[in-house]
């Protein structure tokens, strides 16, 4: 889709990046903070939870790259599909089902989140520290889905397959490669 004619009938993350390499290099780094750095979640529950919000939000690229990344986590795709169906009886670790929950109140509605809510993920056995870090990824990847639909980027499964590969072997510090000057 040629939303923006300069990018070419098939906009890329690359290419949209390309447009403010200075807030690009931002979004990445704050992506490998978020998303890679040493807290009260794995790197997997982080890109399930990246993948759990942009499936709620349709975003075909987002959703691409972030399942295939947490497939290579190990978690199956029939798990993936079944958080969408049901996400109490999807076979995904009870532990992080309230996390998921909260995520998926903030992205459908974040005026439905309460108090409720936080004190599930705390009864689940999680601290503040992972409900923060939840909650970032959660708008991390609100603001992506946005950014990349409201650009037109779309994929293809061999596309979402390699960046989820690349994205679980090597994190996001090679994004930054080629927003280098």
Same mark, same amino acid.
Request: charged content about 20%.
């Given at each position: 889709?040629?939303?923006?004619?300069?990018?070419?009938?098939?906009?890329?993350?690359?290419?949209?990046?390309?447009?403010?390499?200075?807030?690009? !290099?931002?979004? @990445?780094?704050?992506? *490998? /903070?978020? #998303?890679?750095?040493?807290?009260?979640?794995?790197?997997?529950?982080? /890109?399930?939870?990246?993948?759990?919000?942009?499936?709620?939000? /349709?975003?075909?690229?987002?959703?691409?790259?972030?399942?295939?990344?947490?497939?290579?986590?190990?978690?199956?795709?029939? &798990?993936?599909?079944?958080?969408? @169906?049901?996400?109490? *009886?999807?076979?995904?670790?009870?532990?992080?089902?309230?996390?998921? &929950?909260?995520?998926?109140?903030?992205? !459908?509605?974040?005026?439905?989140?309460? /108090?409720?809510?936080?004190?599930?993920?705390?009864?689940?056995?999680?601290?503040?520290?992972?409900?923060?870090?939840?909650?970032?990824?959660?708008?991390?990847?609100?603001?992506?889905?946005?950014? %990349?639909?409201?650009?037109?980027?779309?994929?293809?499964?061999?596309?979402?397959?390699?960046?989820?590969?690349?994205?679980?072997?090597?994190?996001?510090?090679?994004? %930054?490669?080629? #927003?280098?000057?």
């Amino acid at each position: 889709m040629a939303i923006f004619k300069s990018l070419g009938g098939r906009p890329t993350v690359a290419s949209i990046f390309s447009l403010n390499k200075k807030a690009a !290099r931002h979004m @990445v780094q704050y992506h *490998t /903070e978020v #998303l890679r750095a040493p807290g009260p979640l794995s790197d997997q529950q982080r /890109e399930l939870i990246a993948a759990y919000v942009s499936g709620l939000n /349709e975003c075909e690229y987002c959703y691409g790259v972030h399942s295939a990344c947490v497939v290579n986590y190990g978690v199956g795709r029939e &798990t993936l599909d079944a958080m969408f @169906v049901d996400l109490e *009886t999807a076979e995904v670790d009870p532990k992080m089902v309230p996390l998921l &929950t909260y995520a998926g109140k903030l992205t !459908r509605d974040m005026n439905s989140v309460t /108090e409720a809510d936080a004190e599930a993920v705390y009864a689940a056995g999680w601290g503040e520290d992972a409900l923060h870090s939840a909650i970032l990824v959660t708008c991390t990847f609100n603001f992506m889905n946005r950014l %990349l639909e409201g650009h037109g980027v779309k994929g293809s499964p061999a596309l979402f397959e390699a960046r989820g590969k690349a994205l679980t072997e090597d994190g996001y510090e090679p994004l %930054l490669a080629m #927003l280098q000057d």
